[in-house]
């Protein structure tokens, strides 16, 4: 059974190298990036970051349709007239034409209720892409320390793997001279197998999370890139009250939605505007061979019998909704600051807790267990239990040392905090 599942994970890591190594070659190559440089890296080459761009711009071109006047109406007609009476009474028939001008003039309120809406549009999308590049960092952020942490526990696992070898070799030369029982011999062997298992299904988790940041930078990292950064990264913010006055002004979403209710008030303007009539200014110009006249006039559409009620409404629960939606999300963004706030905490203490003490006093039993198991005062149990009890150690350190960062980054992500100033629209 060791044997079949030693096969299958020496499987899926070649196969996760082979992938990683079959990306485009048109990806540039990045030898060392800091956390700011993946992220303005991440934020340029991602295809959602694109996607928000053009929205953005849609956006725009709807101001411009939105500011745009009326164009007019031009109709000609042209054409032979047919005698019905006698040509001494009606003179001679001839060819008349006619040409008709029909200028619409807009409301002016309903012009600027219209073009209002339309920009603050234009500023609910970049909130909307705001908000995406605050996602898309963050996962960067989270997914680089992730690397990292694989990277310490595959390195972690490679010493504890070294570690058994030697002891297994240290056994193996006492079974031969006869100073140890054979049936240690197969328990060391075992521990070896479970600690090659244990490194190899690391090495396998370190190179998916390295799969898994080139994914979120859409190939633009080569192969052999490396973060600089560590998992012992301070992480420092300002006090917790601050934090909650800049989110309620900096959060891409609340704008996003303030901008949506601007929008929507403006749209209730606009339809509550299309109620007064509108006007069309008109032209005439009639010629024929006796006759030529010039007629002007105005056509006035009274919404006398239907005055857009419906219309009104939908504009009316529609602010509505938006209004409530943007209640709750700064209520939940509140909820959801003090979540991360407090992961932030509770991970910040066990950072302290491990690195107090307990890291040191796990790492001074093993190094006691192997002096005495060396001496021949111990036996292998002792040594065996003492890793395991500073494997776990190391191991609760990392991933507290990862659930800090992952608290940081989520309070960044929350107040759209990441390396604006590097990146290039």
Do not use: C
């Not at 190179?207 to 080569?222: I, S």
């Not at 901008?259 to 024929?288: C, G, H, W």
Request: charged letters at 25%; zero cysteines.
């Amino acid at each position: 059974m060791q044997t079949m599942q030693t096969f299958l994970l020496h499987y899926f890591l070649y196969s996760l190298i082979l992938f990683s190594l079959a990306t485009p070659l048109s990806a540039q190559q990045f030898t060392s990036l800091t956390i700011n440089e993946l992220q303005s890296l991440g934020l340029r080459a991602n295809g959602l970051v694109q996607a928000a761009r053009s929205q953005v711009e849609m956006a725009e071109a709807d101001v411009i349709s939105a500011r745009a006047f009326p164009n007019p109406r031009v109709s000609v007609e042209a054409g032979p007239q047919s005698k019905r009476l006698p040509a001494s009474v009606t003179g001679p028939s001839n060819n008349q034409h006619e040409v008709k001008v029909s200028q619409p003039i807009e409301n002016p309120f309903l012009r600027s209720a219209r073009i209002g809406s339309a920009e603050a549009l234009v500023e609910a999308r970049q909130a909307s892409l705001g908000q995406v590049r605050a996602d898309l960092a963050a996962q960067l952020r989270i997914r680089a320390y992730e690397l990292l942490l694989r990277q310490e526990e595959a390195q972690m696992e490679t010493s504890i793997y070294d570690l058994m070898k030697e002891i297994y070799r240290r056994i193996k030369v006492s079974v031969d001279v006869g100073e140890t029982a054979r049936f240690e011999l197969i328990r060391a062997e075992t521990e070896v197998l479970s600690a090659e298992n244990r490194m190899e299904a690391a090495m396998l988790n370190a190179q998916r999370a390295r799969v898994a940041l080139v994914q979120l930078t859409a190939g633009a990292l080569g192969n052999d890139f490396k973060i600089d950064a560590s998992l012992s990264d301070p992480v420092e913010f300002p006090p917790l009250q601050q934090l909650r006055e800049e989110i309620v002004r900096a959060n891409p979403d609340i704008q996003r939605l303030e901008a949506e209710q601007d929008s929507a008030d403006l749209r209730i303007n606009q339809q509550k505007a299309s109620v007064l009539p509108s006007m069309n200014i008109l032209f005439t110009n009639y010629q024929d061979r006796q006759f030529m006249s010039n007629t002007a006039g105005v056509s006035l559409e009274i919404p006398l019998f239907y005055r857009r009620r419906g219309e009104i409404d939908n504009a009316i629960f529609d602010s509505a909704r938006i209004r409530d939606t943007l209640d709750y999300r700064r209520f939940e963004i509140g909820q959801q600051l003090e979540s991360a706030w407090q992961a932030k905490e509770i991970a910040r203490r066990r950072v302290e807790m491990f690195e107090g003490g307990i890291v040191t006093e796990a790492q001074l039993a093993l190094e006691i267990a192997q002096t005495a198991y060396r001496l021949g005062e111990r036996g292998f149990i002792e040594v065996l239990d003492t890793q395991r009890v500073l494997r776990g150690v190391l191991g609760d350190l990392l991933q507290a040392r990862f659930e800090l960062q992952s608290a940081a980054a989520e309070i960044d992500r929350l107040r759209a905090h990441y390396s604006k100033e590097h990146i290039i629209e």
